[in-house]
């Protein structure tokens, strides 16, 4: 059976079912990702002699060191904004792990599609953050210059000012689901499925 890849906000399934073991979070009673590795399943400690279930971990198996390349949808954590550019370390290539992270760089040009010039680089990443973009260009040193301009790309998982995951709730726009501040983002489109099984994308 292939390994099952996450990327941190990938939904690994409910507190009611499974425990949530190293790599992951929970919101509202659902076990997220918070790292990007390997889907495994182990056996809860059970100290009570009662049916225990089974904990969710993800581990982060390293594959062979591997460049990524212009086109790649990548998965980096937001390391430093400032208003020209937001700095990244890259650490997930289209469906590699990678061995070591490479540094990338976020310009307000390639944020997003439209309204270019009145683009906030703090508005819409902060330190923490974790994004998908993609590889447009490659810089120097083994840097890369990413962008997030396509509607689904953008940040995947947002820490709000008080230390929790937010939940989008537009494109522009995070919550934090303890404080219930609103903080500002880039935010990638969320994928939702209709009633009738079909697959649909709203912001």
């Not at 307000?108 to 270019?116: T, W, Y």
Request: overall charge positive; glycine content about 8%.
């Amino acid at each position: 059976m292939a390994a099952e890849i996450a990327i941190p906000g990938d939904r690994m399934g409910e507190l009611k079912d499974y425990e949530a073991g190293p790599g992951t979070y929970t919101l509202n009673g659902i076990i997220f990702a918070s790292v990007v590795g390997v889907k495994k399943m182990t056996k809860a400690k059970n100290e009570n002699n009662k049916k225990s279930k089974q904990r969710v971990e993800i581990f982060r198996k390293q594959s062979a060191s591997e460049l990524p390349e212009r086109g790649d949808i990548i998965t980096a954590k937001v390391a430093k904004v400032n208003s020209r550019l937001a700095k990244v370390n890259i650490l997930f290539s289209g469906e590699r792990l990678l061995k070591e992270t490479f540094p990338g760089t976020i310009r307000p040009r390639d944020v997003r599609a439209f309204d270019i010039d009145n683009v906030q680089l703090y508005q819409s990443f902060r330190p923490g953050d974790v994004v998908r973009a993609e590889v447009i260009s490659r810089g120097d040193q083994k840097s890369y210059y990413l962008s997030t301009a396509r509607d689904e790309l953008g940040v995947i998982l947002g820490m709000s000012a008080a230390g929790h995951a937010m939940v989008p709730i537009s494109w522009n726009q995070m919550q934090c689901p303890v404080t219930k501040a609103k903080e500002p983002r880039k935010v990638a489109k969320i994928k939702s499925v209709t009633s009738n099984g079909a697959k649909k994308q709203k912001h």
